[in-house]
Structure formats: structure tokens, C-alpha cells
Nanobody, 131 residues
């Protein structure tokens, strides 16, 4: 099973920025999907962004479009989530997720923020945005 490990969480004021990182094992490379999810206690896990590791296709939740950017390094071993103009409602535990093979959804590769489509998860990193 893929191993994924997040880092980069922290506390920031509204309007600030943070960049999360996620390292994954070679099993995920180079064909799968990776995504970022977040969860607040008492609520269901919410998909934030996804990327096709073997290409450039990305997919975002409407609430973060224009503020968050998902990317990966050229070696395809590290996933990033750059978060700008953070809002208090972005406060959550952020999880990195991986899927070994790509999935075609709505005509695009890895266009899915459904947690059921991912089979490897990190332990999470806390992001706190204060007003």
C-alpha cells in the first residue's frame, strides 16, 4: 500500500498563506491520482483538490478555486498544496491521499474529490486560520 506523509501545516491569520507538502512512495508513480482533503471535527471529509500524477490535469472544489494550487514536483514524489488568501473556514485537518491508478471522471483524469476513490491516506496536518 502507498505511504503518504504530510507536512507544512500551521497557524496563520486570515489572508495569509501556507504550503503543504506530501511525500509518497514509488508505488504511486507515475500513473496515479493524488489529492488533498480536509476535515473538521464532526463533519465529513471534504475533497479540496486533485491531480493526475502522470500529467497536468487538476481539479478543485469550488470553495478553493483561485486561492489554492495543487502541484507535484518533476520527480513525482512530492505533492504540494499552496494555499493563499486563507479564510477562517479553511481551518481543518488536511489529508493527503493517493490512488495507484488514474480514474476517468466526467471526461477528465483524476477529476474526483470522492474519498472513496483513494486508497492510501496520510495522518493529516492541522491548518488553523484566525480572523
Amino acid at each position: 500500500q502507498d505511504q503518504v506523509v504530510e507536512s507544512g501545516g500551521g497557524s496563520v491569520q486570515a489572508g495569509g498563506s501556507l504550503k503543504l507538502s506530501c511525500r509518497t512512495s514509488a508505488h504511486t508513480l507515475p500513473r496515479g491520482c493524488m489529492g488533498w482533503f480536509r476535515q473538521v471535527p464532526g463533519k465529513t471529509r471534504e475533497g479540496v483538490a486533485a491531480i493526475f500524477v502522470g500529467g497536468t490535469s487538476t481539479y478543485y472544489h469550488n470553495s478553493v478555486k483561485g486561492r489554492f494550487t495543487i502541484s507535484r514536483d518533476s520527480a513525482k514524489t512530492t505533492l504540494y498544496l499552496e494555499m493563499n488568501n486563507l479564510k477562517p473556514e479553511d481551518t481543518a485537518t488536511y489529508y493527503c491521499a493517493a490512488r495507484s491508478e488514474p480514474i476517468s471522471v466526467a471526461g477528465g483524469l483524476c477529476n474526483t474529490l470522492d474519498s472513496e476513490d483513494y486508497d492510501a491516506w496520510g495522518q493529516g496536518t492541522q491548518v488553523t486560520v484566525s480572523s
